[in-house]
Each structure stands twice: as C-alpha cells, then as structure tokens.
C-alpha cells in the first residue's frame, strides 16, 4: 500500500475576518495516495483553490489535522517537497525563461550549484522549452508561459505538485496539448498532482480520481475512481464511449453541487 501524500480529517479551511472565522469548506476527510493524479472539480466558491493553499501551507486551516507528506505541510513546504502551479503563469517579465525557471533558487538563497545546470537542462527539455532559454515572457505564447510555469515548480523535484487551473486561460487545442504533455510528465516522474479545474472534460480524461465539491456549505460531495474505465498509466481516449458517459454522469453530479 503506498503511504499518504496527502491526509485529511475533518478538516475546515477559510479565512478570519477580524474577529470571526469564515468557513469555506468543512468536514473534509481525504487520503492522496503518493504518486497519484487527483482532480478536483467543483462550483466557484467552494473551496478548491483554498484547498490547494493550505496544503502547500500558505494558509493556516481553521481546525481538523492535515498531513502532507506524513508531516506539517510547513516541513514540506520549507523543504521544497511541494511546488505550486496558478492560472496566471506570474513569470517576471524582467527575466528570462531560464532566469525565471531558476527563481526558486534565488528567492531561496541558494547557490547555483545547488540547482545544477543540468537539472534546469532536463526540465526544459521535459516541457519542450529548450531553445527558449534567453526568451522573455512576452516573447512566448501563453502556452509557452505555462510550461515554463511548470518547469519552475518541478525544478526543484517536489514530490506533490499542486495546479490551480493552470489551463483555464488558454484555447482548446493548447490546453488539449498541454493535457497529454502533463500525463507524460507525471508517467515519468511519479509526482503525486493535485489539479483544480472547471472543465469536466478535462478532469474525466486527465485524472485517476475525481473529487466533486459541493457549494454553500463547502463540502467533499463525491470522489469517483476512473481507473477501471482507463488503462494501468491512466491513458483513454476523449472519444470513448465510456469516457463520454463518465463527462456527462460529472457534468449532472456538478450541476446538483452549484
């Protein structure tokens, strides 16, 4: 049996206001196995993306017991064991790609050395950037952006990689392509991902499991195995018949949580 990534027991996120607590999600009870792909689909406002932050401790939750990585998510954090993955690919514009890539080493205070150049190399070449190095963000597609996005956050090899919609902004056949390059990297890797997305296709055809939330109250309202419907590397095709039948059977559970 593979150890926790992830473990959740009556968790409850959101935000102090002053002098009140307010709940986003509540009662979450949840157990991410190491190396899994998770989905995480739901209406707006129901907690995803606050999910997301407490696990990579950029939020303090309000009550419950979270483990990540068997510890405290600030041990996994402050030994860059998690990397973190937003819609806006928030490169600097000042930097280049490989300058931007390397990021988490400057903030960090780190010597090149400890990020060897043929790390940044590997990476690049994973996201199909190489070539790219002395570009600048407006120099790229927005695409491009989001893989050198993605390069930065598993520069530093985290074992979890957490994806807040990293897609949402681009078209169709880019987010098509970046879909099938994300498997890849995760076949090659092992890196257990947790993935927010609003896009039912997306989430049916990318994920080992999906985790529906509920809206007002915030809640874990259902988590579907697609394994059986897939192949042993979570491989299918958009136009399998079951897959279809997994979007539309997704697309009525979502529609009972908005």
């Not at 927005?142 to 996005?149: E, L, P, T």
């Not at 997306?202 to 985790?211: H, K, L, N, P, S």
């Not at 809206?215 to 419907?229: H, K, M, S, W």
Request: charged share 25%; aromatic share 4%; hydrophobic share 45%.
């Amino acid at each position: 049996m593979r150890a926790a990534a992830v473990e959740t027991e009556r968790l409850h996120i959101g935000y102090v206001n002053g002098r009140d607590a307010v709940t986003v999600l509540s009662e979450v009870d949840l157990l991410v196995p190491e190396g899994e792909f998770l989905m995480i689909l739901g209406p707006s406002g129901c907690g995803k993306s606050t999910l997301l932050r407490v696990i990579a401790n950029l939020l303090d939750p309000l009550g419950g017991r979270i483990a990540v990585l068997g510890g405290a998510p600030e041990a996994a954090r402050r030994a860059r064991r998690t990397g973190f993955v937003f819609q806006d690919a928030t490169l600097l514009p000042w930097r280049t790609v490989l300058q931007n890539i390397r990021l988490p080493a400057v903030v960090g205070g780190r010597q090149s050395k400890d990020l060897p150049a043929a790390r940044v190399e590997e990476v690049m070449a994973l996201l199909g950037l190489s070539g790219l190095e002395s570009r600048y963000p407006s120099q790229l597609s927005g695409g491009q952006r989001q893989r050198v996005a993605i390069a930065r956050a598993l520069v530093d090899e985290p074992e979890i990689l957490l994806m807040d919609e990293p897609f949402g902004a681009l078209d169709e056949i880019t987010r098509d392509r970046l879909n099938d390059e994300l498997l890849s990297i995760w076949r090659e890797t092992g890196t257990t991902i947790l993935f927010v997305t609003h896009s039912i296709e997306e989430a049916v055809y990318m994920g080992q499991r999906i985790m529906v939330l509920g809206a007002n109250p915030g809640r874990i309202l259902n988590v579907r195995d697609l394994r059986p419907i897939k192949s042993a590397d979570n491989a299918c095709k958009r136009e399998d018949p079951a897959i279809v039948a997994e979007i539309a059977a997704q697309r009525r559970l979502l529609a009972e949580a908005s």
